[in-house]
């Protein structure tokens, strides 16, 4: 694992500069749901290029509708991982509407069960969420998603990679937060720095576990 690579790719593209102000502006969209497909399918393309070993795996900002479409099935494959988290809040709603101000103690312990059950899962998803893409970049069906006995192979064969990969994404998503001393518009080209390295870790990961062609 070079986590030094992931960390200055970036800067060994000569176009480094103009892809990242366009993924910022993917970045600055993305609250309003517009961005989040592009950024993801994006993503995907580094994973790809990256396990392809390419010298310059940062890959252009062309074809957006294509890297929309892969962005899009990642994104509906994310919210099929968090529909028992969906089905729990609006069991809990409707748990409290039922029960009003009677509800009291109990409704309140519901919820908190509801949320520590969430947060569980939704712990869960995100450890192995990244093994789900480096499988999707690896065949490019959407079904890849959900074969879950590959993802988990793909975790176990590489777990010491593959933790490795996890906390030092998460580290740099909180690191990217400290783009507000850049203004708020630091933090659009930080969090999208972020995912790049976050992306070239994945490939690693993926070229590792699962050789490809060029």
Same mark, same amino acid.
């Given at each position: 694992?070079?986590?030094?690579?992931?960390?200055?790719?970036?800067?060994?593209?000569?176009n480094?500069?103009?892809?990242?102000?366009?993924?910022?502006?993917?970045?600055?969209?993305?609250?309003?749901?517009?961005?989040?497909?592009?950024?993801?399918?994006?993503?995907?393309?580094?994973?790809?290029?990256?396990?392809?070993?390419?010298?310059?795996?940062?890959?252009?900002?062309?074809d957006?509708?294509d890297?929309?479409?892969k962005?899009?099935?990642?994104? $509906? *494959?994310?919210? #099929?991982?968090? !529909?028992?988290? @969906? &089905?729990?809040a609006?069991?809990?709603?409707?748990?409290?509407?039922?029960?009003?101000?009677?509800?009291?103690?109990?409704?309140?312990?519901?919820?908190?069960?509801?949320?520590?059950?969430?947060?569980?899962?939704?712990?869960?998803?995100?450890?192995?969420?990244?093994?789900?893409?480096i499988?999707?970049?690896?065949?490019?069906?959407f079904?890849?998603?959900?074969?879950?006995?590959?993802?988990?192979?793909?975790?176990?064969?590489?777990?010491g990679?593959?933790? $490795? *990969?996890?906390? #030092?994404?998460? !580290?740099?998503? @909180? &690191?990217a937060g400290?783009?507000?001393?850049?203004?708020?518009?630091?933090?659009?080209?930080?969090?999208?720095?972020?995912?790049?390295?976050?992306?070239?870790?994945?490939?690693?990961v993926?070229?590792?576990?699962?050789?490809?062609?060029?």
């Open positions: 694992m070079d986590i030094g690579k992931a960390f200055g790719y970036v800067f060994e593209d000569e480094w500069i103009v892809k990242v102000l366009i993924g910022g502006l993917f970045v600055l969209l993305s609250p309003f749901l517009i961005g989040i497909p592009f950024l993801v399918g994006y993503a995907v393309e580094t994973v790809q290029n990256v396990m392809r070993d390419k010298p310059r795996p940062l890959p252009e900002w062309s957006l509708g890297k929309f479409v962005g899009l099935i990642l994104t $509906v *494959a994310a919210m #099929v991982y968090m !529909l028992p988290v @969906i &089905l729990l609006c069991l809990l709603g409707f748990v409290s509407a039922v029960a009003g101000n009677r509800g009291g103690d109990a409704v309140r312990s519901v919820a908190l069960c509801v949320q520590c059950i969430s947060w569980l899962w939704g712990l869960l998803v995100a450890i192995v969420f990244p093994a789900t893409v499988r999707y970049a690896k065949s490019g069906e079904m890849a998603a959900f074969r879950f006995g590959e993802i988990f192979s793909l975790i176990t064969a590489n777990i990679n593959y933790i $490795v *990969a996890i906390l #030092v994404g998460w !580290l740099t998503s @909180i &690191l400290f783009g507000v001393i850049l203004c708020f518009v630091g933090v659009l080209f930080t969090t999208f720095w972020a995912y790049l390295i976050s992306a070239h870790l994945w490939g690693q993926g070229r590792q576990a699962l050789p490809t062609t060029a």
